[in-house]
Nanobody, 130 residues
Framework: QVQLVESGGNSVQSGGSLRLSCAASGNTGSNYCMAWFRQAPGKEREGVAIMDNRGNTRYADSVKARYSISRDNAKNTLYLQMNNLKPEDTAKYYC????????????????????????WGQGTQVTVSS
């Protein structure tokens, strides 16, 4: 098992930036596809940024060119750099892990399905005001 703890959420004005962190502990030696999801009140949880264990990435169209997912293997930490934030980015952001050796290409669109991820953090709130 792996435990995930997010941090970095905050309130910012439109156009601002934030960097979220997800610290992993436990069985971090296994292969995982890592993801950032978000969920706004009354809406379904949606995947926004994915990174497989080879470092391949994929983004939701709504955040492409504004968000960047990265990781520091030495620190067992996943990051989400969010730039040019918009009010519609307001949500609780979650880090998630799918235990798999498959690449993003092989997994296809299932990478955006929250049901495919076994491990979740508690979430961190991002609020963007206009």
């Amino acid at each position: 098992q792996v435990q995930l703890v997010e941090s970095g959420g905050n309130s910012v004005q439109s156009g601002g930036s934030l960097r979220l962190s997800c610290a992993a502990s436990g069985n971090t030696g296994s292969n995982y596809c890592m993801a950032w999801f978000r969920q706004a009140p009354g809406k379904e949880r949606e995947g926004v940024a994915i990174m497989d264990n080879r470092g391949n990435t994929r983004y939701a169209d709504s955040v492409k060119a504004r968000y960047s997912i990265s990781r520091d293997n030495a620190k067992n930490t996943l990051y989400l750099q969010m730039n040019n934030l918009k009010p519609e980015d307001t949500a609780k952001y979650y880090c998630a892990a799918m235990q798999t050796t498959a690449t993003i290409r092989a997994l296809g669109n299932m990478i955006f399905n929250p049901a495919e991820y076994s491990y979740w953090g508690q979430g961190t709130q991002v609020t963007v005001s206009s």
